[in-house]
């Protein structure tokens, strides 16, 4: 990895230089706009639309759109003055637990390496956050951008996280949001009981990016002048009509899955046995069944008796 900045973590009156890496690339398969006919490279030039002249990067400047219509040109002298920091530093405001940070917040994330004489004061403040639990908010600038971040540690390193500013957050506006939908126990309780049959510990190795394998091979065949075939298209999944038939019928493929894939021990909860758990599961399909079955007759119009003359 290469380096992209260099500055320092200021905490207190303590300055450990570091440097800053990307920690993260997209994986996407790039492609260039390319003629159809010959394959040549598509060109773009940087044209005028006022006198149809292409324009040097050096006669170019920034332009901010008023609602009228109107550009207000910026000159590199304007943004001089702006108050954003050139001191190259990542300045701790506070510490607080990482739980009251909404992930929603984060934009993209960094590793620090410390400079050789910042390594000990670099791995006391490590060895100090990562004992408190807690995540260090703090304030850095970065290309041409004031950002709020947090550090926190991961194996063995800070990861810087850059965050959005709360004025950046979209807050949904949903009109189901404001609608009385009502949802049924039984069906809250199956609900809850697939999620606790498809409980299980993350882990990233076992997920995969298919379509960019599938475009890859796609690339490859090309080359090698192969046939592509194309896969067959997946039906199309559709709303389920009976919610309740659709929650006992995924729990039970969950379970399928999960007895047919490879085993993984698990703490039963409240510390009940298998069996205990196997039991009261069974006891509980039984009473929704029920509580279904009542629910329909009383439902069901009651048929009037005639009487015989």
């Known amino acids: 990895m290469r380096s992209i900045w260099k500055g320092a973590i200021s905490f207190g009156l303590v300055t450990i230089p570091v440097k800053l890496y990307s920690a993260t690339e997209q994986k996407d398969v790039s492609f260039h706009q390319v003629h159809r006919k010959d394959g040549g490279r598509i060109r773009y030039k940087r044209v005028c639309t006022q006198d149809g002249e292409e324009v040097p990067y050096a006669d170019i400047a920034k332009g901010y759109e008023l609602a009228t219509g109107e550009i207000v040109v910026l000159t590199d002298e304007d943004f001089e003055d702006l108050p954003l920091s050139t001191s190259r530093r990542i300045d701790v405001l506070q510490f607080t637990p990482a739980e009251q940070i909404d992930p929603i917040y984060f934009a993209k994330s960094y590793y620090l390496e410390p400079d050789a004489q910042g390594a000990k004061p670099y791995v006391l403040l490590r060895n100090a956050l990562e004992s408190s639990g807690q995540v260090a908010v703090v304030k850095v600038?970065?290309?041409?951008?004031?950002?709020?971040?947090?550090?926190?540690?991961?194996?063995?390193?800070?990861v810087l996280e850059t965050m959005l500013w709360p004025d950046e957050i979209r807050a949904p506006d949903f009109g189901f949001l404001e609608e009385d939908i009502e949802v049924r126990a039984q069906e809250l309780k199956m609900a809850e009981s697939l999620i606790t049959t498809m409980e299980s510990d993350f882990d990233p190795s076992e997920y995969h990016d298919t379509y960019r394998e599938a475009l890859q091979q796609?690339?490859?065949?090309?080359?090698?002048?192969?046939?592509?075939?194309?896969?067959?298209?997946?039906?199309?999944?559709?709303?389920?009509?009976?919610?309740?038939?659709?929650?006992?019928?995924?729990?039970?493929?969950?379970k399928r899955e999960r007895e047919g894939g490879p085993a993984k021990q698990k703490k039963a909860a409240g510390g009940k046995s298998k069996n205990?758990?196997?039991?009261?599961?069974?006891?509980?399909?039984?009473?929704?069944?029920?509580?279904?079955?009542?629910?329909?007759?009383?439902?069901?119009?009651?048929?009037?008796?005639?009487?015989?003359?």
Request: charge should be positive; charged fraction near 40%; hydrophobic fraction near 40%.
């Open 141 to 158: 600038a970065l290309r041409q951008r004031e950002s709020l971040a947090t550090l926190r540690v991961r194996d063995g390193v800070f």
């Open 218 to 254: 796609v690339i490859e065949a090309k080359v090698a002048g192969k046939e592509v075939i194309a896969p067959s298209e997946e039906e199309e999944a559709r709303p389920a009509v009976d919610l309740m038939a659709a929650l006992r019928a995924s729990v039970e493929a969950a």
């Open 276 to 309: 205990g758990v196997k039991a009261a599961d069974k006891a509980d399909e039984k009473a929704d069944e029920k509580a279904d079955e009542k629910a329909q007759e009383k439902a069901q119009p009651k048929r009037k008796t005639r009487k015989s003359a």
